[in-house]
């Protein structure tokens, strides 16, 4: 179980409360399967991921990413047991998917990036390491059924 202070609480609710899902999820996974393009694998469904321009524009990239944030989102009302909240996306992901599990941490970097560039000075050096605590956290657990 992660061990969250009080001020950590504080500054992962208010980095939520700067996040437009519709738009941060979307840019998070298109910039994901643009820097990392061996992330596109999972993806083959999805129709053209071939050019930057092609990932930006494809509307399946941008309901992903809207679900992925949702989901993500989903850690905030739940943060003593992010384990159990994630149990069964984890066993989804490894067993269903094989999705690599390192694909989740990716994710995660490319949405700080994001959402650095959205806050700009607004996020302060705590509320990035508590925000980096969460995401880490999350992470933890989606891969947890890998181990």
């Known amino acids: 179980m992660v061990e969250w202070t009080a001020a950590e609480r504080r ?5 939520w409360s700067k996040i437009d899902i519709d738009v941060c999820g979307p840019l998070a996974l298109q910039r994901c399967l643009i820097v990392y393009p061996w992330t596109q694998r999972y993806f ?3 129709g053209d ?3 930057d ?6 509307p399946k990239v941008a309901q992903h990413g809207v679900v992925a944030l949702t989901g993500l989102r989903t850690a905030l009302d739940h943060m003593d047991e992010i384990k159990s909240t994630y149990a069964a996306l984890s066993v989804l ?8 599990p390192d694909n989740f941490r990716l994710l995660c970097e490319c949405l700080t990036i994001v959402i650095a560039g959205k806050m700009g000075k607004k996020l302060s050096p705590d509320m990035q390491a508590a925000w980096q605590k969460y995401l ?3 992470v933890s657990a989606l891969g947890r059924q890998y181990h």
């Open 136 to 138: 880490c956290a999350v």
């Open 11 to 15: 500054h992962v609710e208010a980095v």
């Open 49 to 51: 991921l071939s050019t």
């Open 44 to 46: 083959g469904s999805f």
């Open 93 to 100: 992901h490894s067993e269903k998917l094989h999705v690599d």
């Open 53 to 58: 321009a092609a990932i930006m524009g494809n």
